[in-house]
């Protein structure tokens, strides 16, 4: 199947400073393979978690993701209860003793949600910069304080469907730095918001950008644009905030904006017949539109795929090559993340598989075809699938989540069965059912890198410096 532009699409030039020759192929190094040495870990608690309203779950949260702050202090976690959890790790991390993670706050959520976003500004020793954007169903999106979960939210803002004046499903958030707009997605739907303005703050989005002309005609678009729900959301990194937007779809598309200056597309095109026929990675659907450091490459990371897809931005929307042996053939989200390389030769992309391993390529964007891993290390008992790798901006530390749900067999005992005092679970034992779903190994884990087999790292420092953990 060809992978040219649909001739109805709007496609424009991109800025001249990405219009650029492709750079030519170059080998990375080899090296020794770097160790991942475990600091400290935790599972994940019930205690402080809601209870759910699914009995069959109600004790068994996992992790679902993981993200450092900004200033590389914190790591914010999302559970599947659904609660969002802060964890303050201290400043001597990389030096024993490592006691075990404890949470500093519980936010519980109204209803699940994948969507949510700390302050781009974020310090640990102000408090003033210490919030949080949470998007859940049939709500508005709200700013709460991080370390006071408690509290009501400082702000609310809404995304309100005209025709009935419902609340429309927020799907993807970003919050970029400075941090003084943010960026929603629904279904064909981009919004922008001012949050530049504590004294006078705007509810509603300074900016609507459909992603089809029409939705109410029985076409739905005619082809033009994108449909569908923008399930990912990534912006550039320019270092002025003001990049390329680039948004996902559950239908397999990708659609790039200048949304601060034009607030229209630039291109938007379809990656399965790049993930189905020229890479045969598969997809069913984008999770996670993630930039490379230099901004020149957008790596597109769909759930149900065998690997991530590489595009270059700079020209066209090519398909510069795909990352194979990343097993993600899974409908949950597997997140990634990127970092610049230590020898300069392109980015470092990591990833978590659905076997409880983390794979880690070297050189992306220094070569056009099929890249294999680099590495690869378990990460757990491989029974469960690793939802999030997030590499500490200094380079030497990696946090990585697990956790997944599976049916129950057939033939498992009824062990499994809650034994709660409450009465559904007391009718579920009584009757020898078995739950729908178990949930396998679940943890937080943090690891160091270790250097001295040819891995550059700098040592674990705060960006803010030595800094007291939060009580």
């Given at each position: 199947?060809?992978?040219?532009?649909?001739?109805?699409?709007?496609?424009?030039?991109?800025?001249?400073?990405?219009?650029?020759?492709?750079?030519?192929?170059?080998?990375?190094?080899?090296?020794?393979?770097?160790?991942?040495?475990?600091?400290?870990?935790?599972?994940?608690?019930?205690?402080?978690?809601?209870?759910?309203?699914?009995?069959?779950?109600?004790?068994?949260?996992f992790f679902k993701s993981a993200q450092w702050t900004a200033d590389g202090t914190?790591?914010?976690?999302?559970?599947?209860?659904?609660?969002?959890?802060?964890?303050?790790?201290?400043?001597?991390?990389?030096?024993?003793?490592?006691?075990?993670?404890?949470?500093?706050?519980?936010?519980?959520?109204?209803?699940?949600?994948?969507?949510?976003?700390?302050?781009?500004?974020?310090?640990?020793?102000?408090?003033?910069?210490?919030?949080?954007?949470?998007?859940?169903?049939?709500h508005p999106i709200h700013l709460t304080p991080i370390f006071s979960p408690a509290?009501?939210?400082?702000?609310?803002?809404?995304?309100?469907?005209?025709?009935?004046?419902?609340?429309?499903?927020?799907?993807?958030?970003?919050?970029?730095?400075?941090?003084?707009?943010?960026?929603?997605?629904?279904?064909?739907?981009?919004?922008?918001?001012?949050?530049?303005?504590?004294?006078?703050?705007?509810?509603?989005?300074?900016?609507?950008?459909?992603?089809?002309?029409?939705?109410?005609?029985?076409?739905?678009?005619?082809?033009?644009?994108?449909?569908?729900?923008?399930?990912?959301?990534?912006?550039?990194?320019?270092?002025?905030?003001?990049?390329?937007?680039?948004?996902?779809?559950?239908?397999?598309?990708?659609?790039?904006?200048?949304?601060?200056?034009?607030?229209?597309?630039?291109?938007?095109?379809?990656?399965?017949?790049?993930?189905?026929?020229?890479?045969?990675?598969?997809?069913?659907?984008?999770?996670?539109?993630?930039?490379?450091?230099?901004?020149?490459?957008?790596?597109?990371?769909?759930?149900?795929?065998?690997?991530?897809?590489?595009?270059?931005?700079?020209?066209?929307?090519?398909?510069?090559?795909?990352?194979?042996?990343?097993?993600?053939?899974?409908?949950?989200?597997?997140?990634?993340?990127?970092?610049?390389?230590?020898?300069?030769?392109?980015?470092?992309?990591?990833?978590?598989?659905?076997?409880?391993?983390?794979?880690?390529?070297?050189?992306?964007?220094?070569?056009?075809?099929?890249?294999?891993?680099?590495?690869?290390?378990?990460?757990?008992?491989?029974?469960?699938?690793?939802?999030?790798?997030?590499?500490?901006?200094?380079?030497?530390?990696?946090?990585?989540?697990?956790?997944?749900?599976?049916?129950?067999?057939?033939?498992?005992?009824?062990?499994?069965?809650?034994?709660?005092?409450?009465?559904?679970?007391?009718?579920?034992?009584?009757?020898?059912?078995?739950?729908?779903?178990?949930?396998?190994?679940?943890?937080?884990?943090?690891?160091?890198?270790?250097?001295?087999?040819?891995?550059?790292?700098?040592?674990?420092?705060?960006?803010?410096?030595?800094?007291?953990?939060?009580?």
């Open positions: 199947m060809s992978t040219e532009p649909n001739k109805n699409s709007p496609t424009h030039k991109l800025p001249t400073h990405l219009l650029r020759e492709p750079t030519p192929e170059i080998q990375p190094p080899t090296m020794n393979k770097p160790s991942l040495n475990l600091l400290t870990s935790t599972t994940c608690p019930t205690t402080s978690l809601p209870k759910s309203p699914d009995p069959r779950n109600r004790d068994t949260p914190t790591l914010l976690t999302l559970t599947s209860h659904p609660s969002i959890q802060t964890y303050v790790l201290p400043s001597t991390l990389l030096t024993p003793p490592h006691p075990p993670l404890t949470p500093t706050s519980t936010l519980p959520l109204p209803e699940p949600t994948s969507t949510f976003s700390p302050s781009p500004y974020f310090s640990l020793s102000h408090p003033s910069t210490q919030y949080l954007l949470t998007a859940t169903t049939d509290s009501p939210p400082l702000a609310s803002f809404f995304l309100i469907k005209p025709e009935t004046e419902s609340y429309l499903p927020i799907t993807s958030l970003v919050w970029p730095s400075p941090g003084t707009h943010f960026i929603t997605g629904t279904t064909n739907l981009l919004a922008l918001f001012d949050i530049s303005r504590p004294d006078s703050l705007c509810s509603t989005p300074l900016l609507r950008i459909p992603t089809i002309p029409s939705t109410r005609h029985i076409s739905k678009g005619n082809g033009i644009g994108m449909r569908g729900t923008v399930s990912a959301l990534g912006l550039q990194p320019t270092g002025a905030g003001e990049g390329i937007l680039a948004a996902g779809t559950w239908t397999r598309w990708v659609g790039l904006y200048d949304i601060y200056r034009s607030g229209s597309v630039i291109a938007n095109f379809s990656v399965k017949p790049s993930a189905d026929h020229e890479a045969g990675i598969k997809g069913k659907g984008v999770v996670q539109t993630i930039w490379s450091p230099c901004g020149r490459y957008l790596v597109v990371n769909e759930r149900g795929s065998e690997g991530l897809l590489v595009y270059d931005v700079r020209g066209t929307h090519k398909l510069l090559g795909w990352l194979s042996g990343r097993d993600g053939t899974t409908n949950q989200r597997l997140g990634v993340d990127v970092f610049p390389d230590q020898n300069g030769n392109g980015f470092e992309v990591w990833a978590g598989t659905k076997n409880g391993t983390v794979v880690m390529y070297e050189g992306v964007g220094m070569n056009e075809g099929e890249t294999k891993p680099t590495w690869e290390w378990g990460v757990n008992d491989g029974e469960s699938a690793v939802g999030a790798t997030a590499m500490h901006s200094s380079g030497s530390v990696l946090a990585t989540c697990s956790g997944s749900w599976k049916v129950a067999d057939d033939d498992s005992s009824d062990e499994g069965s809650s034994d709660d005092s409450d009465s559904d679970s007391e009718d579920d034992s009584s009757s020898g059912k078995k739950p729908a779903f178990v949930v396998e190994e679940t943890s937080l884990k943090v690891w160091s890198i270790d250097a001295s087999n040819g891995a550059a790292a700098q040592e674990f420092e705060p960006l803010e410096g030595d800094v007291e953990e939060k009580e």
